[in-house]
């Protein structure tokens, strides 16, 4: 993968050419969100495991349409428990979560809208590459012709296209989760849930994967919401970072970056890129003050 | 991005384990592999030649490998017939437990209520010994092959039941999750991924079942065997102890020995062939 490093006014000029239609305008080198329909609201929600640990306490947010959301933040804040929730694979205890506005279980019953990717590829390692992307579809009841055609397109996407007979055995680390963000991208979701999906991966692997999955976001027009504790990550992709503490979990701030896309053209070394950094590992640690620990 | 190198280095994994000198590749096999084992072999029975020999045993109360060669040669037609009725008996208890036990914990494991209803008493049923049951098999069914057949497949159900439901029960969270999440039905969860994840579980009790089911064909036999040529190798050992003709005992016993072997390594190799592409259990190793 070769990044270039392209003058920031060529970008700009580029993208003023090829963003500015649909939920987002241009400017002054930013993107920002105006009138975004609501995707994702989480209304005073709380949950409360069994044993009495206090997941999530009064969570309060929206997403809009298009967003790239990031929660991001320590271990045990709540974050993949908000994503689940999301995905209606897990209750609120009270409060509630909308995904367009109903309830998260009846959109999965009705539509493909929702798609999920975990930490783990979760590959169905007795069914073939291609088999494995086909799944949703084939779930769904889509025709097998339809549902091979689609899984090629997004095998393409992620660049499997000649790994689609292979076995997820015979795969890289880095691979099978390109399989696994394949099979989420293949029901043409809406809204695509990532709970740490490149934590276990090496630092070469996932810088490239990440690249790729702005790709497929700007091309896909899909809304993200991407589980991290990583700060540089987080930075790098979102459009709006919710940095959590933990002991509860709780919501303890939201920054917008204000970063133009696509961001290969960023080095990561860049100063107002630190900055984010900065700012996203302040708000982190601030967080972590507050519970008396840091 | 670019795969070409790793296609490249994949292709030339490929042609050379082809190429390798299989000539070579035998010899290092046979060395590691075969030569410990014949070696151990040649050494028992020599032992078991020469001890009796020079103790003086008679052969009726321990026979030597010749003795036991010389009673199965003889009685050769006895033999085969009494294995032929064996394997039939066997494989046919054996097919039984394996259909009716996966069903079974399919249908167990369809509901967590008839679960917990039923499968207590599965286990008590199985901690039944069944020779102590046969007896019962005997008046229910008649003596004979379908009372043989009914213990044998007794005494194969149970690890197929117990391995198959532990398989089905052990699915990935996050799978079941990733399922849930495409809307998937109970049957669809049931049939694209718990019974292929449960697959190792069911060949591994497949695989005790298989032997277990020859143990019970000839426990079977002890108790409802006949006469007339249709008695099986537990009926032929039976008739053979009143006789004393302890080679032939050996024979008998040696000839059920190496059916259960045979039929060990014909499951196993019906399950390579299933999980052969996927289970860790079933692949062959990267040297």
């Known amino acids: 993968m070769v990044i270039k490093k392209i003058p920031k006014a060529k970008v700009l000029e580029w993208m003023a050419g090829c963003r500015t239609k649909g939920d987002f305008d241009l400017k002054e080198g930013h993107l920002l969100q105006t009138n975004k329909k609501e995707m994702v609201a989480f209304r005073q929600m709380s949950k409360v495991f069994s044993n009495g640990t206090v997941a999530l306490d009064q969570f309060d947010l929206t997403i809009g349409e298009g967003e790239f959301l990031t929660f991001l933040g320590p271990s045990g804040c709540g974050k993949s428990t908000a994503l689940r929730m999301t995905a209606g694979l897990a209750e609120a205890s009270s409060g509630e979560v909308k995904v367009f506005n109903k309830d998260p279980k009846e959109t999965i019953r009705n539509t493909n809208d929702i798609a999920f990717v975990f930490q783990e590829p979760n590959l169905l390692p007795w069914r073939k590459v291609i088999d494995n992307v086909v799944l949703p579809l084939e779930l769904r009841g889509t025709s097998k012709k339809e549902a091979k055609a689609e899984a090629c397109r997004v095998l393409e996407m992620v660049g499997l296209k000649d790994y689609a007979t292979s076995y997820p055995r015979e795969l890289s680390g880095g691979m099978k989760m390109r399989v696994s963000i394949a099979r989420a991208l293949a029901a043409k979701p809406k809204l695509l849930l990532m709970d740490e999906p490149f934590a276990a991966l090496d630092e070469m692997t996932r810088q490239s994967l990440q690249l790729e999955l702005l790709e497929?976001?700007?091309?896909?027009?899909?809304?993200?919401?991407f589980v991290t504790h990583n700060v540089f990550e987080a930075v790098y992709l979102s459009t709006r970072i919710a940095v959590m503490s933990a002991g509860p979990g709780r919501l303890s701030s939201v920054i917008d970056v204000n970063l133009p896309y696509p961001r290969h053209a960023i080095s990561?070394?860049?100063?107002?890129?630190s900055a984010y950094v900065k700012k996203a590992s302040d708000q982190l640690e601030n967080s972590l003050d507050k519970r008396g620990i840091g | 991005m670019s795969m070409s190198s790793a296609e490249a280095a994949k292709k030339e994994m490929i042609t050379s384990s082809k190429k390798g000198t299989k000539g070579k590749y035998f010899g290092v096999k046979f060395m590691n592999y075969f030569l410990g084992p014949i070696i151990a072999f040649i050494i028992f029975a020599a032992l078991w030649q020469t001890v009796p020999l020079l103790i003086g045993?008679?052969?009726?109360?321990?026979?030597?490998?010749?003795?036991?060669?010389?009673?199965?040669?003889?009685?050769?037609?006895?033999?085969?017939?009494?294995?032929q009725i064996t394997v039939l008996e066997s494989v046919i208890g054996f097919l039984l437990s394996a259909v009716i036990g996966i069903i079974v914990s399919i249908i167990l494991a369809s509901s967590k209520i008839i679960e917990r209803s039923i499968y207590p008493y599965a286990i008590i049923l199985q901690t039944l010994p069944v020779v102590a049951v046969a007896p019962i098999v005997v008046i229910w069914f008649g003596a004979g092959f379908n009372a043989i057949v009914v213990v044998a497949f007794l005494i194969g159900f149970f690890p197929v039941i117990s391995n198959t439901l532990m398989g089905l029960n052990s699915v990935d969270k996050e799978m079941d999750d990733l399922f849930s999440l495409y809307n998937a039905s109970k049957w669809q969860k049931m049939w694209k991924l718990r019974i292929p994840s449960a697959m190792p579980f069911i060949m591994a009790g497949l695989k005790i079942s298989c032997t277990l089911s020859i143990v019970g064909a000839i426990v079977g036999e002890y108790v409802a065997g006949v006469g007339g040529g249709e008695g099986g190798l537990g009926y032929a050992i039976t008739v053979s102890a009143i006789q004393v003709n302890t080679s032939f005992i050996f024979a008998c016993a040696i000839a059920g020995a190496v059916l259960g072997v045979s039929f060990y390594l014909l499951v196993n190799l019906v399950s390579n062939k299933i999980l052969g592409s996927w289970h860790e259990s079933a692949m062959k190793k990267e040297q």
Not at chain 1, 216 to 225: C, H, Q, Y
Not at chain 2, 57 to 63: G, L, Q, R
């Open chain 1, 216 to 225: 497929i976001w700007e091309k896909e027009k899909t809304t993200i919401l």
């Open chain 2, 57 to 83: 045993m008679p052969h009726y109360i321990f026979p030597k490998p010749t003795d036991v060669i010389n009673a199965a040669v003889s009685d050769w037609s006895l033999l085969r017939q009494a294995v």
């Open chain 1, 268 to 273: 990561r070394t860049d100063q107002e890129f």
